[in-house]
């Protein structure tokens, strides 16, 4: 066993983790941050996106203790500090982002990243940045749409409501 | 996952300090290690952890004019700090994998792995790149000896890997649908002294050179310079994304995109 150190939506926390324990299973079995999903668990689906050090990553491809000193940010820290939705959630909520809402925390996580390093993208540019995030129930256009909308622009014009 | 210890040194002494034991393994980005690991196809006493290396990382000019990546460098950072001064290479680490899958996986565990449909191997040996470990520098022709197959001894470490820049350059990848990875990715290297073509993804052997069109598009750097040639099927990938002979198809249609691209 080792023991880790972290900081997870701006709180210090520590743990005693195996070599093989995945930052996924710290996350959710340890600290009981259920919100990052593991949905397929092979690095496909990205339900499990959370960012390590400001980068998204899949939880489930990388180990605990490779995030021992990190700043991590998952999905529950992603509101705002009053409780309501943060832009990119309240945008998924308008738009209809999200069906059954397993992939909505990765779609969400994957979003925040991008938007941080392309304040306005293109809607195509969207799509290949959510290469890795798989939803199956939207068809992704409302995601898209969302995202899209999240980032400040007229979503008025892409199709399917 | 079989249990295991994992070590996250700092220094490339202690990482290969901590390699000699006999059934340690070095983990890279883990984007391959990981799943393979959780496949129970590997069984480390101890994964060496190299991404809290410092002096493995980054990106940088040689007084020569090549770019150096450090082996520990991830994907990202390459296409980021590498769009400068050699847009062909960080073209082909902006289209690995997805956007966070770009953000763990690094070079040297590219190269090291040696995966038949990986881009990276495509992008060395079409640059006639150098490989440097801890221990020696190994030339891109000598390195790759097939699929999943390096001129790496146990326990070395690629620390950095050099790629002379070319005039001009370009990768294409014809992805298979599922996976994403090369189903044929062509890179296309334009030197004062020649052109170079490396194609992954298609061969039996792994990344290989495509030596009749280099000596083609060295005379004449043109897609309509390949016309005449033909593409073996022979050692060719056979499966059910694709036959021997769509890959042999597929290397010509794809080298020829390349050169088109930038010619």
Known sequence: ???VTMTVNGKSVSGDVEGRTLMSDFLRNDLRLTGTHIGCDTSQCGACVIHVNGEAVKACTMFAVEADGADVATIEGQANADGSLNVIQQAFQDHHGLQC????????MSAAALLKENPTPTEREVREYLEGNICRCTGYHNIVKAIMAA?????????AE | MYAFDIERPSTIADAVKALKDEDAQALGGGQTLIPTLKQRLAMPSALISLTGIGEMKGVCLADDGAVCIGGATTHATVAKEAAAHYPGLAGLAANIGDPAVRNRGTVGGSLANNDPSACYPAAALGSG????TNTREIAADDYFQGMFETALEEGEVITEVRFPVPEKSHYQKFVQPASRFALVGVFVAKYADGVRVAVTGASENGVFRWSEAEAAL???FSAAALEGLTVSAGEMIADLHGSPEYRAHL????TGRAVTAVA
């Open chain 1, 151 to 159: 980032s400040g622009q007229d979503v008025s014009a892409i199709a």
């Open chain 1, 1 to 3: 066993m080792a023991s």
């Open chain 2, 129 to 132: 790149a150098t490989i440097i």
């Open chain 2, 218 to 220: 060295s005379a004449d």
């Open chain 2, 251 to 254: 290397v010509k249609v794809m």
């Open chain 1, 101 to 108: 809402g397993f992939c909505t925390p990765g779609m969400v």
